[in-house]
Nanobody, 125 residues
Framework: QVQLVESGGGLVQPGGSLRLSCVAF????????IGWFRQAPGKEREGVSC???????TYADSVKGRFTASRDNAKNTAYLQMNSLKPEDTGVYYC???????????????????WGKGTPVTVSD
């Protein structure tokens, strides 16, 4: 059974850092793209980053230069390092997996195949 489990969220002050993890269970290979998405209260889910199986990555303009996506295929784990956090980064962060196609890189979250349950991030004093 395929499952994605996020962890690493929490409360952090503005300017602080967090590292999110996403462990993938049940995949038969590492040939899938991982997308990171977030949803702030009262807002729609938005894409944050995509990272391919070969670790090519893209970022939303709002997080470029502050967030870094990576993955360790041997551990079936993807990471999102978040630095210089701002209050507007607050939200529930989700990882999702895409087996085929390029929905993540095209900004189409509806094309992702599997989703985790999310981990909350709060940036506040």
């Amino acid at each position: 059974q395929v499952q994605l489990v996020e962890s690493g969220g929490g409360l952090v002050q503005p300017g602080g850092s967090l590292r999110l993890s996403c462990v993938a269970f049940g995949f038969t290979s590492d040939h899938y793209t991982i997308g990171w998405f977030r949803q702030a209260p009262g807002k729609e889910r938005e894409g944050v980053s995509c990272i391919s199986s070969s670790s090519s990555s893209t970022y939303a303009d709002s997080v470029k230069g502050r967030f870094t996506a990576s993955r360790d295929n041997a551990k079936n784990t993807a990471y999102l390092q978040m630095n210089s956090l701002k209050p507007e980064d607050t939200g529930v962060y989700y990882c999702a997996a895409e087996l085929y196609g390029s929905s993540c890189f095209m900004g189409r979250p509806q094309g992702m195949d599997y989703w985790g349950k999310g981990t909350p991030v709060t940036v506040s004093d």
